[in-house]
Nanobody
Framework: QVQLVESGGGLVQAGGSLRLSCAAS????????MGWFRQAPGKEREFVAA????????SYGDSVKGRFTVSRDNAKNTVYLQMNSLKPEDTGVYYC??????????????????WGQGTQVSVSS
């Protein structure tokens, strides 16, 4: 069982930056692939980024490529999402998630076994 707690959300103007953190419980954090998703009101949950257990491999959604960077610190059981050049369409609740079993990085919600409670990101124009 893994418990995930996100932090770092807030209100920012377009063009600004935020860094989200996701702290995980447990002693096997490095064995989990980690993902970030977001959900805007009235929309489905959308893949944002994922990172392998070692941190060597990453994957990004098309809408955030070149602006967002996912990273992790296994010594601190934490995964990060650095968000730059934010746009109003980046607004939503951001969730981190843990995938314990997949061989490769996954973009689908059902592939992830554990989820945090989410943190709100609001970008004003």
């Amino acid at each position: 069982q893994v418990q995930l707690v996100e932090s770092g959300g807030g209100l920012v103007q377009a063009g600004g930056s935020l860094r989200l953190s996701c702290a995980a419980s447990g002693r096997t954090f490095s064995s989990y692939k980690m993902g970030w998703f977001r959900q805007a009101p009235g929309k489905e949950r959308e893949f944002v980024a994922a990172i392998s257990g070692s941190g060597y491999f990453t994957s990004y959604g098309d809408s955030v490529k070149g602006r967002f960077t996912v990273s992790r610190d296994n010594a601190k059981n934490t995964v990060y999402l650095q968000m730059n050049s934010l746009k109003p369409e980046d607004t939503g609740v951001y969730y981190c998630a843990a995938d314990r079993a997949s061989q490769n990085l996954r973009v689908g919600v059902p592939s992830y076994d554990y989820w945090g409670q989410g943190t709100q990101v609001s970008v004003s124009s």
